[in-house]
């Protein structure tokens, strides 16, 4: 059919349902048209836009064949109270077909405080595992291959330590660094925009952060050394196409902050990856997805001037929304991420982590974290979504939807360059007030009504009965970590930790060192992560947060 | 003219989960209350000595990371130490319902959960507060 033909027939068919949309008005929160044509996707030229997976600009997916070889990893993010405990459910998860681990750290722990701080009382242990020595972590990964297994840290302001224990308690079970694969998150900009785990100023978060880009590109060649993070952004209430948009600024920042410390863009930019959150609106998190791609592979290529395409590949972790669960009728979140996991496998995600249903109320329990992880299973073996490769692309809407959402984060990426880049907009408060007019703008829909949240503000249940069996922590746990650390503190060598801690002060006052080879031997003496941190906290200053309304 | 409800909205412990603290605050703000956000990571003391300073009828308190059986007591503790007993102390977040008595037991004058609508806080604030 011809352009104007189809203008002719779509004329015809707006005038139709006229009477229609009279009758029955539509409701709020549409997308901008009722109906999509070729004609919403006449300016995608095949071979610069969309192209083949594994090709420039990958909008189609980063891999050729996608999951018709492999599924994705099916990584499920846990960790609570001892690191004893938390062993207990990485091998359960192992055993039920998790293809990958990801640890969930203890505030403190995130922090960079030891379980004995007296600031970590009534944390430890709560909303992840506790760790304070490289002891704990060789109690975490014990009877876990870690040659076998890949593993995802959440962990940012000290991912440094973190990894150099990860490495030290490797090296204990014969495992070389260059065979460990995983990823830290280490992303700092989005804890001051969003997450809130942040402990130093802008530039050494900056400079750790590049220092551990080299030493792995070295030493650690498979390990992915960031996971930039949209996902906090979206759960702190931002759009999707501000989750993109502030993302891939952090992402341009961080690129800037390693091409200034003298690093090649094509030696590290392969091994950066990205974490999206996978929110209700199943069609427009597709396109969201499939834009990020595009726009990351258009930033390194046009901006960076990467030559190797691993380095233009956006590739993603993604976890199902965490502020989309209802602690009402929590069972229906079952279906929630069951429609969630729907969209970041048809967006092409590399791996995931499904919620549970009970995490609006608490930790998850074992039963509800198999669900969970079975609902990753039936979409990946029965639902068949996974059997094609990016089975949405050309569609009229899912298209044209890409190409909005994609101009919209350049829009904000433009804005944010011209303030001096992601740095800067974060200390101007920009970024962070963005997302707060989004969640507000989203609360206030909710409870007029114009969006409505199945179970919260419609077909509520009077008298539901709360839901029994949640996961408690121990409150004794706090008590029993302290006591561990202050008997692992008798057994090691003392004189040793401190000439560690001493050279690492002298490091952290040199720009030019790298820390990681110093924060590696202090790990290995069992210091703590707490007096790592505190050495470093010394040295660069903490950072002061923007508070704004 | 009516004296304006101060409330402080505060987020104690190490969580740094404060959509719900600053949805909350603004909501307030815009029922017409006087806010003021502590910010991050406040201790309890942080908190019960910026609630005298500020002179606030309301302190607000929002955690999600499971702490709150800790610090929520201890906040109404160094609150009340301060003298401050008719202050308005309430709290909210990720907080199981079987845990609720023990906050309420604790001083803590109402707890709401996730789904709560805003308006639910204003109104109670305005029927419980003491000018």
Known sequence: MSTEKIQAELAKYEASVEKAVARFPERPHLPEQRLYTPLDIKGDDYADEISFPGVYPFTRGVQPTMYRGRFWTMRMYAGFSTAEESNKRYRMLIENGATGLSCAFDLPTQIGYDSTDPI???EVGKVGVAIDSLADMETLFDQIDLGKVSTSMTINAPASVLLAMYIAVAEKQGVPADQLRGTIQNDILKEYAARGTYIFPPRPSMRLITNIFEYCSKNVPKWNTISISGYHIREAGSTAAQEIAFTIADGIAYCEAAIKAGLKIDDFAGRLSFFWNAHNNVLEEVAKFRASRRIWAKVMKERFHAEKDKSMMLRFHTQTAGSMLTAQQPNNNIVRVALQTAAAVMGGTQSLHTNSRDEALALPTQESVTIA??????????????????????SYYVEAMTDKIEAEAWDYIKKIDDMGGAVAAIEKGYIQKEIQDSAYKWQMDVESGARTIVGVNKFQMENEEPPKDLLKVDEAVGERQKAKV?????????????????????ACQDENENLMPHILAAVKTYATLGEICNVMREVFGEYEAHVSL | ????????????????????????????????????????????EQIAEAALQEDVNVVAMSILSGAHGHLFPKVVDLVRGNGMTDTLIIGGGVIPDGDIPALK??????????????????????????L
């Open chain 1, 120 to 122: 970590s009382e009534g």
């Open chain 1, 373 to 394: 992880l079975r609902t990753q299973q039936i979409v990946a073996y029965e639902s068949g979504l996974a059997d094609v490769i990016d089975p949405l692309a050309g």
């Open chain 1, 486 to 506: 202050n008997a692992m503190k008798e057994k090691r060598d003392n004189e040793a930790v401190k000439a560690a801690l001493a050279d690492l002060k002298k």
């Open chain 2, 1 to 44: 003219m009516e004296k304006k409800i101060r409330v402080l909205v505060a987020k104690p412990g190490l969580d740094g989960h404060d959509r719900g603290a600053k949805v909350v605050a603004r909501a307030l703000r815009d029922a017409g209350f006087e806010v003021i956000y502590t910010g991050l990571r406040q201790t309890p």
């Open chain 2, 105 to 130: 037991e604790a001083g803590v004058a109402e707890v709401f959960t996730p789904g709560t609508p805003t308006s639910d806080v204003v109104n109670f604030i305005k029927e419980n507060v003491k």
